[in-house]
């Protein structure tokens, strides 16, 4: 389900600022040659990010869901030198391809790429991170939120993505996935340790900032 209509869709890109050429590839080559391209973040979503990571200017910053590399590519604009993005995927079929993409992006010295399950690799992370990405297996959100909560600083931002499920949080039939993002949605509101926004932006994405311990 598309939120928007096609045409303000294209009038919404055509008044943002443009991908750049390898960003572009990317995305015209997952929707060419990788299974299920719907889940990259694309032109509109991608651009936000990168907004946002200009405006918070991270030190690091963790992803989890990595698929083709985009949305990485996006959120590492605006870290800080000496900063990182830790990236993680259980898909490593496509880690040959994100690799390359990785560096010919310029930003390779800045990208941690790791494969395998994200609940088995958080607890392992010492960093503190200013910007988090959820964008992996939806019946983990809560479970991931958690993971993360102690090791994002005190002001820092969490992005959940598809947090309207393509409409489904408001149907009357649910599914697993959507029950998740469903108890991920309300969990989130009723969490007094965070303030949060969901924007209808793209699927949804929840934007969350850690406001107390
Ligand atoms: C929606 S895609 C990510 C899209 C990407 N962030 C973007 O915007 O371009 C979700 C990814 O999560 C990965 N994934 C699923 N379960 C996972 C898990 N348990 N741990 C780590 N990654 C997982 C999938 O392999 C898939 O590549």
Not at 30 to 39: F, G, N
Request: glycine share 8%; aromatic share 8%; hydrophobic share 40%.
């Amino acid at each position: 389900m598309e939120f928007i209509s096609p045409e303000l869709q294209d009038y919404a890109e055509q008044h943002t600022s443009s991908e750049s050429v390898l960003l572009r590839t990317i995305n015209r080559d997952t929707h060419a040659h990788v299974l299920s391209p719907r889940m990259l973040s694309g032109h509109l979503q991608g651009r936000l990010l990168a907004m946002l990571s200009q405006m918070i200017r991270p030190k690091f910053v963790l992803e989890l869901g990595t698929y083709t590399g985009y949305s990485a590519l996006c959120l590492a604009e605006g870290i800080q030198d000496g900063g990182k993005l830790i990236t993680i995927d259980v898909n490593e079929e496509l880690e040959d391809k994100v690799s390359g993409y990785f560096k010919q992006s310029g930003l390779a010295d800045k990208m941690d790429y790791r494969i395998g399950k994200a609940t088995d690799i958080i607890p392992t992370l010492k960093e503190e991170f200013d910007l988090v990405f959820i964008d992996a297996d939806k019946e983990n959100y809560g479970h991931y939120f958690d993971l993360v909560f102690d090791k994002v600083r005190m002001g820092g931002i969490i992005l959940a993505d598809n947090v309207l499920w393509s409409g489904k949080v408001i149907a009357a039939k649910t599914d697993k996935d959507t029950r998740a993002i469903l108890e991920f949605n309300t969990k989130i509101q009723q969490d007094s340790r965070v303030e949060n926004v969901l924007l209808p932006v793209r699927d949804g994405i929840m934007m969350i900032r850690k406001v107390s311990l």
